[in-house]
């Protein structure tokens, strides 16, 4: 069982402002007092008890503790330190200011094929080096892309919320139904096994957002999204996507394919025309 420091973070940390909450507990600003640093805190409830609906397994959370310690990127948040006391536990990570990608997409409506080559890039990176781990990331959308600085140029992207994330074993077969309706592969609907393939699906969908600032499956209601996923009903609509290239729709295509083992890998994907052209020409046709 992993042993995390059992010193009162308050000792080490000056608590600040929520930064936000969900599903992965609660995100708080935090200063450490010896230095005057700025972090985050995520601040997780431990199950009190067997029977206790509330409070997340403290095996659950030794899982994310474990991958985040296992992955040092530049495009993935880093995991600085991990305290517990007898209800909580609270992971110590860098504080990333610019927002999510959601917002700066919701901000811009969408964004020009440039713009998005350069999100893509800086995403694929950070799971080409997870992927090469054999770290899945299972849960990765927009929400879950922060921007270090979103005045900046070319803001540099930081993926977080490993909550969902697995390390995958040689041989062992492993299965999910979480994840977000919107960005989730047919094989996490049908229950099938799982691959890092299944996050190559999510960023199909993410690119496809990036481009048009629509959600290539998003039904009425969840289930008629999941509907959507599994048929393939999907389309490039003319309204939306008459200025976008045909390489840019051909990368999309590639990562949105039913059969996990025929997807492009995100090895592939940096190699794609669209992320790596042979030069600028080939986007105009
Ligand atoms: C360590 O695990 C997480 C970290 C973070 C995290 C890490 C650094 C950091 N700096 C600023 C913020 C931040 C700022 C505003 C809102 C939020 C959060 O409520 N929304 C993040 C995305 N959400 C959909 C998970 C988080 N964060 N959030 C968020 C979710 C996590 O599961």
């Given at each position: 069982m992993a042993v995390f420091?059992?010193?009162?973070v308050e000792d080490l940390y000056e608590i600040g402002n929520v930064l936000g909450s969900g599903h992965f507990g609660q995100v708080r600003e935090v200063r450490?007092?010896?230095?005057g640093a700025q972090w985050a805190g995520k601040f997780l409830k431990l199950k009190r008890?067997?029977?206790?609906?509330?409070g997340l397994e403290r095996k659950n959370v030794e899982k994310e503790v474990e991958i985040l310690q296992s992955l040092q990127h530049q495009n993935i948040m880093a995991l600085k330190d991990v305290f517990e006391s007898r209800a909580e536990v609270v992971l110590i990570v860098e504080l990333i200011k610019g927002g999510e990608l959601f917002d700066f997409i919701a901000e811009k409506e969408n964004l020009t094929e440039t713009e998005a080559i350069e999100f893509m890039k800086q995403i694929l990176e950070g799971v080409r080096y997870m992927h090469q781990k054999n770290?899945?990331?299972?849960?990765?959308k927009p929400e879950n892309i922060m921007l270090?600085?979103?005045?900046?140029?070319k803001p540099d992207i930081k993926i977080i919320d490993f909550g969902m994330a697995h390390r995958f074993i040689q041989g062992e077969e492993y299965k999910s139904l979480g994840g977000t309706p919107q960005y989730i592969g047919p094989e996490i609907i049908n229950y099938e096994p799982l691959s890092t393939a299944a996050d190559m699906w999510s960023i199909g969908v993410i690119t496809y957002i990036l481009l048009?600032?629509?959600?290539?499956?998003?039904?009425?209601t969840d289930e008629e999204t999941l509907r959507n996923i599994v048929a393939m009903?999907?389309?490039?609509?003319p309204h939306h996507?008459?200025?976008?290239?045909n390489m840019a729709k051909d990368f999309i295509q590639k990562l949105l394919v039913k059969d996990q083992s025929e997807r492009m890998t995100a090895e592939e994907c940096l190699i794609h025309p669209w992320i790596k052209p042979l030069n600028r020409t080939q986007i105009a046709n």
């Open positions: 420091k059992l010193d009162n450490e007092r010896a230095t008890g067997v029977g206790s609906r509330l770290v899945g990331h299972f849960d990765l270090s600085d979103k005045h900046a140029p048009s600032g629509l959600s290539p499956f998003q039904g009425e009903n999907y389309e490039f609509e996507f008459s200025q976008t290239s």
